[in-house]
């Protein structure tokens, strides 16, 4: 892991406050530590500023969208988890989230999916 401490570091990019605080309440209850940042240009800046496990990221933000976030991320660090969420299932979408290696989760989403998501990329990292 990156931090000194045994849990995994999520940083959630989203711009829909409900959404983030539904996120973020999720990870913690989990036990993950989270960062949150509602557009992409402050989700790279906590990017760089700190150490994380996993970056989730919504495709539309204000600034820049999620999958330029996402190719920010892979040009930086090529193996770190990602998962992007989106509502638009677009086969364009499907396709660049493979070919950066992203988890693609569609909304809107159960939290069981999300906690399959977040465990399925950090256990894809371990590997």
Do not use: N
Request: net charge negative; proline share 6%.
């Amino acid at each position: 892991m990156a931090s000194d401490t045994c849990a995994p570091r999520v940083l959630v990019i989203e711009d829909d406050r409900t959404v983030r605080d539904s996120i973020q309440a999720l990870l913690e209850y989990l036990g993950y530590e989270c960062g949150l940042a509602a557009d992409g240009p402050s989700g790279l800046r906590l990017f760089e500023g700190e150490p994380w496990d996993l970056v989730l990221t919504d495709l539309t933000l204000p600034g820049m969208s999620g999958l330029d976030v996402v190719e920010v991320i892979r040009r930086r660090a090529p193996t770190r988890p990602m998962i992007l969420i989106t509502g638009a299932d677009d086969p364009f979408i499907r396709s660049r989230a493979r070919e950066h290696h992203v988890l693609l989760v569609l909304k809107p989403f159960g939290l069981d999916t999300l906690k399959t998501a977040v465990v399925d990329a950090l256990y894809a990292q371990a590997q």
